[in-house]
């Protein structure tokens, strides 16, 4: 029990580390390290051995979350101190940061750490790889991993943002309208979230700006649960088109309107999060949301009465926001994250096709 509990703290504490670090990343040049650690990070990352890639990114990973763990070990009965379960780490924190954030880029594997290569207890320079490039890769592995081990904070911060920044340069693996390109050749400027979020898609657009909102913005360990696009309510086991769970245990149902809506449309969502014993509740408006019949003052005071923490929000406001207060870096982030939320809901194709055209170049 103790080891799962470790592990799992592990992993928790490496899915904050690698989502802080990413945007920060994406500037590193590798200036101040040695150039041979330099070259060797660039062979790994460029190179045809995808399962070092996962690898290389796991031991720099561990090492930046916790300074005891040993980066070049793999399984957690090595014979060394700071042994710890590398797959585990891969499979559940940086597998699943690929699939949102990087579009595939390490080599879109559901479990690199199945192939032989991931399999020893320990990256040693004597295990079983083919001769030629892999060889040489397996070398520039382990150079790298102990030039880290014997590092200080610095230099594990350094190296691993400089790896996460060569690869964000890498062409996307997954095929999807939705895999933004590099930083340097995304559409990422304040009008295209803008001409994006006033799109007329059905209130689509509204809904993943404002989920992707709350993962770029909202502590790390904020539960997003976005709703289906294609899904009925009745059907869905979701109470809000997006529902928020934090850490301290507060739920919060998200209602997302692009159209003229009344106090029926209101009162509705109350009553499904009522019923779902959601106390609080967020009415927010696209840019094309217009109200009749409504009250909002009146309605927050009767559900009050009732037990339900009623707001209303306008998404254009908070977008405003988050653009005023964010940098290229930030934005392209936050563009992966739209992506990202597009597939997760199972936007329609048309939705997907507007963002491609509107964040990614001309040329892509």
């Given at each position: 029990?103790?080891?799962?509990?470790?592990?799992?703290?592990?992993?928790?504490?490496?899915?904050?580390?690698?989502?802080?670090?990413?945007?920060?990343?994406?500037?590193?040049?590798?200036?101040?390290?040695?150039?041979?650690?330099?070259?060797?990070?660039?062979?790994?990352?460029?190179?045809?051995?995808?399962?070092?890639?996962?690898?290389?990114?796991?031991?720099?990973?561990?090492?930046?979350?916790?300074?005891?763990?040993?980066?070049?070990?793999?399984?957690?009965?090595?014979?060394?101190?700071?042994?710890?379960?590398?797959?585990?780490?891969?499979?559940?924190?940086?597998?699943?940061?690929?699939?949102?954030?990087?579009?595939?880029?390490?080599?879109?594997?559901?479990?690199?750490?199945?192939?032989?290569?991931?399999?020893?207890?320990?990256?040693?320079?004597?295990?079983?790889?083919?001769?030629?490039?892999?060889?040489?890769?397996?070398?520039?592995?382990?150079?790298?991993?102990?030039?880290?081990?014997?590092?200080?904070?610095?230099?594990?911060?350094?190296?691993?943002?400089?790896?996460?920044?060569?690869?964000?340069?890498?062409?996307?693996?997954?095929?999807?309208?939705?895999?933004?390109?590099?930083?340097?050749?995304?559409?990422?400027?304040?009008?295209?979230?803008?001409?994006?979020?006033?799109?007329?898609?059905?209130?689509?657009?509204?809904?993943?700006?404002?989920?992707?909102?709350?993962?770029?913005?909202?502590?790390?360990?904020?539960?997003?649960?976005?709703?289906?696009?294609?899904?009925?309510?009745?059907?869905?086991?979701?109470?809000?088109?997006?529902?928020?769970?934090?850490?301290?245990?507060?739920?919060?149902?998200?209602?997302?309107?692009?159209?003229?809506?009344?106090?029926?449309?209101?009162?509705?969502?109350?009553?499904?999060?009522?019923?779902?014993?959601?106390?609080?509740?967020v009415f927010a408006a696209g840019s094309r949301a217009e109200r009749v019949r409504v009250s909002q003052g009146a309605l927050m005071d009767a559900w009050a009465e009732r037990g339900v923490e009623l707001t209303f929000l306008r998404i254009g406001n908070l977008l405003g926001v988050a653009m005023a207060i964010s940098d290229r870096d930030k934005r392209y982030s936050m563009a992966c994250r739209l992506g990202g939320v597009l597939d997760e809901m199972n936007?329609?194709?048309?939705?997907?096709?507007?963002?491609?055209?509107?964040?990614?170049?001309?040329?892509?």
């Amino acid at each position: 029990m103790k080891r799962e509990t470790a592990s799992s703290r592990l992993r928790a504490a490496a899915q904050i580390r690698i989502e802080r670090y990413f945007v920060s990343a994406l500037a590193e040049t590798g200036e101040g390290l040695p150039s041979e650690v330099v070259d060797a990070v660039g062979m790994i990352v460029n190179g045809g051995h995808k399962t070092f890639r996962y690898m290389l990114l796991t031991g720099l990973l561990a090492s930046v979350t916790d300074r005891s763990l040993h980066p070049r070990c793999l399984q957690r009965k090595a014979k060394v101190d700071g042994a710890y379960d590398a797959r585990s780490l891969c499979q559940k924190v940086i597998v699943p940061f690929e699939k949102k954030m990087l579009n595939g880029r390490l080599g879109a594997s559901n479990e690199p750490f199945a192939n032989k290569s991931a399999r020893y207890p320990m990256i040693e320079k004597t295990n079983d790889v083919r001769s030629g490039s892999d060889r040489q890769e397996l070398n520039a592995l382990y150079d790298v991993l102990e030039y880290v081990r014997l590092g200080n904070d610095d230099i594990r911060r350094k190296v691993f943002c400089y790896a996460l920044a060569l690869i964000g340069k890498l062409p996307p693996c997954i095929s999807s309208v939705t895999a933004l390109p590099s930083l340097e050749s995304a559409m990422v400027d304040t009008d295209s979230f803008f001409d994006f979020f006033e799109a007329p898609t059905r209130g689509v657009s509204a809904a993943a700006v404002l989920a992707a909102y709350f993962r770029e913005f909202f502590a790390k360990d904020t539960v997003v649960k976005v709703h289906p696009s294609t899904e009925s309510g009745a059907s869905s086991h979701e109470v809000g088109d997006i529902d928020l769970l934090f850490s301290d245990g507060k739920k919060f149902a998200i209602e997302v309107k692009d159209k003229v809506y009344t106090d029926v449309d209101v009162n509705h969502a109350c009553e499904k999060a009522l019923a779902a014993g959601v106390s609080k509740v967020v009415f927010a408006a696209g840019s094309r949301a217009e109200r009749v019949r409504v009250s909002q003052g009146a309605l927050m005071d009767a559900w009050a009465e009732r037990g339900v923490e009623l707001t209303f929000l306008r998404i254009g406001n908070l977008l405003g926001v988050a653009m005023a207060i964010s940098d290229r870096d930030k934005r392209y982030s936050m563009a992966c994250r739209l992506g990202g939320v597009l597939d997760e809901m199972n936007a329609p194709k048309d939705v997907k096709e507007l963002f491609a055209r509107i964040f990614k170049k001309e040329a892509e």
